[in-house]
């Protein structure tokens, strides 16, 4: 059967690698794909990104399943132009999607079915913003209401910081509504919440509608440097398992968060297909809360995740698709899988685009080399966004896999790269270095 995976990145590079080992699979096409996907004969790329396109295309090659990677194919309504055509297609609608799409409507939500998360407000009104962050004082986390590709989110640690932020999305509108998402239409909004202390990790299910299946555990690096400190970015590298996920905490995590979001959006009449992420916050004391939904796999995360997953990727889709995942039992490599994102210099600000990129190491069985933002120039390969690679490898402890990784990546090149050399750092101080 031939599969198609919506998106470029390196969480659609992971994917398609996953799916391209499935027994009944015979092409894997990725819309639009990157140099990565490009350069294996493995798949396919196609430079379609337009729902109702991928639409006609996907019926004129009589695509079995679909797979959508990132949101703003999500939030544009895809899983809806594909389900209207009899299409199968695994991802939410564009109504379920607002849990990402829009940070007012997920904590909206989150607060009338009781799902633990930050106290908060939305602001339209600049002057009305100033005027809560004045009254609450700093730390204070300040985020854009739309889609901002990770990039929308402050967590200000003075009140000015707050202050700038919120006349960076409101007063200068830097974030907008690039998709012209219905929820926006009036123009940008913030929401200011409370700053939550804690270990943060991701926690992703897949949802058919009704049932839940949890992945593996996953901690991703927000920060570009070491220690976390600098900038936030899109992630600079993910390991699994997360040790801070105990089996308590899954449970929590699971009993009060996932199973009432999903029983919550199935009785506002919006059933939850897809994958859901919550970024959860984990107090000293194991309680867990969440900081935000997405709807659809992390990036880095995916790339360790599916390096782990052993079970036939193509038929846990396909039960999610038809409803039957209580059917499903996830099997997972023991191992510690872990991704070193390799960025562009001057990431997250002002990437470089077209460098050349040499020196990566063909596939191991223990180490894969994930594309992101790289594209094919005349058969030269070379970068083309922000994080350019993530070197996935597996390992039987979290210090042997950094070291394998960062054995990977120092083989890799490119003019001004970029990357964390401490990725993991917090699994290789804790008690069970193997978690959950």
């Known amino acids: 059967m031939k599969v198609l995976v919506i998106g470029g990145g390196g969480r659609e590079h992971a994917l398609a690698w996953r799916l391209a080992q499935a027994a009944r699979v015979s092409r894997v096409y990725v819309a639009p794909g990157n140099g990565g996907t490009a350069s294996d004969e493995r798949y396919d790329c196609i430079d379609i990104t337009e729902p109702a396109a991928l639409r006609e295309w996907a019926i004129k090659e009589k695509i079995a399943l679909t797979v959508v990677g990132p949101e703003a194919p999500l939030a544009a309504g895809v899983v809806d132009e594909f389900r209207a055509h009899g299409l199968r297609i695994f991802g939410p609608t564009q109504a379920a999607a607002q849990l990402e799409s829009s940070k007012a409507f997920s904590k909206a939500f989150m607060k009338r079915h009781k799902i633990p998360t930050a106290e908060y407000e939305a602001f339209t009104d600049a002057a009305a913003a100033h005027a809560y962050i004045d009254a609450k004082g700093a730390p204070i986390v300040v985020k854009a209401d739309g889609l901002a590709a990770g990039k929308g989110v ?4 003075t009140a000015q910081e707050a202050h700038e932020a919120v006349d960076f999305m409101l007063v200068d509108n830097k974030f907008g509504n690039p998709l012209g998402i219905q929820h926006n239409e009036g123009g940008a ?3 200011i919440e409370e700053f ?4 943060e990790a991701s926690f992703i299910v897949l949802c058919d509608g009704k049932n839940v299946t949890a992945l593996a555990t996953s901690q991703d690096h927000k920060r570009l440097l070491d220690n976390d400190e600098g900038p936030n970015t899109g992630g600079m590298g993910a390991y699994s398992p997360a040790p801070v996920v105990t089996a308590e905490v899954h449970a929590r ?10 029983r919550g959006m199935e009785k506002d009449g919006i059933p939850f297909t897809g994958f859901l992420y919550a970024g959860l916050m984990i107090d000293a004391t194991g309680h867990p809360k969440t900081l935000e939904f997405n709807c659809r796999m992390g990036d880095p995360e995916t790339q360790p995740i599916m390096m782990r997953l052993k079970s036939d990727l193509f038929e846990v889709f396909w039960h999610a698709t038809d409803g039957t995942l209580d059917q499903v039992e996830l099997q997972w490599d023991r191992r510690v899988a872990l991704g070193v994102v390799m960025a562009a210099h001057g990431y997250p600000l002002s990437p470089r685009k077209g460098d050349r990129i040499t020196g990566i190491p063909a596939e191991a069985p223990d180490a ?3 594309h992101a933002g790289t594209t ?8 083309s966004g922000g994080r350019v690679l993530c070197v996935t490898v597996l390992a039987d402890s979290v210090k042997q896999a950094q070291q394998r990784a960062y054995e990977v990546a120092a083989r890799v090149s490119f003019d001004g790269a970029q990357y964390r050399k401490d990725i993991g750092f917090r699994a290789v101080h804790a008690r069970n270095p193997h978690g959950s």
């Open 368 to 370: 894969v080399v994930f």
């Open 154 to 157: 402050v967590v200000a640690m």
């Open 376 to 383: 094919l120039d005349n058969g030269e390969l070379k970068t």
């Open 253 to 262: 995590a699971m009993r009060e968060i996932i199973l009432p979001t999903i």
């Open 189 to 191: 909004r913030v929401v």
């Open 196 to 199: 939550l202390q804690g270990e």
